[in-house]
């Protein structure tokens, strides 16, 4: 049995994703793993001071013990690595392929206009800045790019700001293409307080396929799946050579890990559209009660006459109001019926139908399954 200390944050669904791909590794080889709750920026723990086991996975920033014992000759994989130690990992994410399935997504959606949103002072970012402006350069289009503050000068007040004056200073419809999910969450609701529509005008996708950042965010991510529990594993198996007595050179296994896909949800699922008065209708099928909403109510919101209001959906997307008027509310009952346990007249209340028979009959036309029917065969 091999001994080997695990300094990964579990603050994190990176971490908590490395952890997993390391641990079904060390399962099948007999590895028993030390490791605790850690934060993401937390020291490396004292206890790893003169640690006597087999190897060291860590992704510390401040790697002081665990390049204590690498120098021993301990086996140490760092994935945080400095930049001053001027050593890359020896395993990482394909951030070049991430970024351009990004771009793909966007570009496909019919966008003519983009944004990054980073950091200048973490790798990860910068790579997957540089992916996404080369592969939108290949197609004829630049990014406009925002980087928060350096860490000495970052605080809660200059980040919100900053993202802030980028945000709403992006023309639109604008796609915007964000690090990671905690970056992409948060320029989400600043979009939203500064009241630009979320995807209307602003479609934004992240990184990490994080369900906390992803599924708690007002508008659910879109968000690129790096597949962390592959590295993980592949970490494992290449500190299981090191510690078998190769070096570096002579592993041979893949040192980049590509990423599983896009996980494509509300804030980038839109197709692009260029006129205002379209996005305006798209924002409010989304915002209202979809049950309370006709076109003539719909089209007086939007200050246009009925028939204006038709031509321009028409030719901007391809389908009527009433169409897509229809495509919200099965959508809207579709969801309430797969992600809750509420009766049909709670999901009619909810949604602004008077009668539930109202519902289940516009469901049954519209998709050929009554409520029950869907609920029963999606939980089956």
């Not at 791909?21 to 001071?49: C, M, V």
């Not at 350096?150 to 919100?160: A, D, G, N, P, V």
């Not at 839109?270 to 909403?293: N, S």
């Given at each position: ?59 510390s920033p401040d790697p002081t013990h665990s390049e204590d014992l690498r120098k021993s000759g301990t086996p140490v994989i760092n994935l945080g690595t400095p930049p001053s130690l001027k ?294």
């Open positions: 049995m091999k001994h080997v200390a695990l300094v990964v944050e579990t603050s994190t669904q990176y971490g908590r994703n490395l952890i997993s791909g390391i641990s079904r590794f060390a399962r099948l080889h007999d590895w028993q793993l030390l490791f605790e709750y850690r934060g993401k920026n937390t020291a490396e723990p004292d206890w790893l001071h003169g640690f006597e086991g087999d190897g060291v996975i860590t992704t050593q890359k990992p020896v395993v990482d994410s394909d951030h070049r392929k991430v970024a351009e399935i990004a771009a793909r997504h966007l570009i496909a959606k019919g966008h003519r206009f983009f944004a990054f949103l980073g950091y200048s002072d973490h790798p990860v970012s910068i790579a997957r800045e540089r992916g996404f402006a080369g592969e939108l350069a290949a197609q004829g289009f630049e990014p406009l790019t925002h980087h928060t503050p350096e860490r000495i000068e970052r605080s809660f007040e200059t980040l919100h700001k900053g993202d802030a004056d980028f945000i709403e200073s992006l023309p639109k419809p604008c796609a915007l293409f964000c690090c990671w999910d905690e970056v992409a969450y948060r320029a989400v609701h600043t979009a939203l307080r500064l009241g630009i529509s979320v995807p209307e005008d602003l479609a934004v996708v992240g990184v990490d396929n994080d369900p906390i950042f992803c599924g708690t965010a007002r508008i659910p991510l879109s968000s690129i799946d790096p597949d962390i529990r592959h590295l993980g594993f592949l970490t494992a198996s290449w500190l299981e050579a090191m510690m078998s007595g190769h070096s570096r050179d002579e592993i041979e296994l893949d040192r980049l890990v590509a990423p599983k896909g896009l996980v494509i949800r509300q804030s980038s699922a839109l197709d692009a559209v260029d006129d205002p008065l379209v996005r305006r209708f798209l924002e409010l099928l989304r915002r209202q009660r979809p049950g309370t909403l006709t076109i003539e109510a719909l089209a007086e919101d939007c200050h246009v006459s009925r028939r204006l209001l038709e031509q321009r959906v028409k030719a901007a997307t391809g389908k009527t109001p009433r169409q897509l008027l229809s495509m919200s509310l099965i959508e809207a009952i579709g969801r309430f019926l797969t992600e809750t346990d509420y009766t049909l007249a709670h999901i009619a209340e909810v949604l602004g139908f008077e009668h539930s028979e109202r519902l289940s009959h516009l469901f049954r036309r519209e998709t050929g399954t009554t409520p029950g029917e869907y609920r029963k065969k999606w939980r089956s």
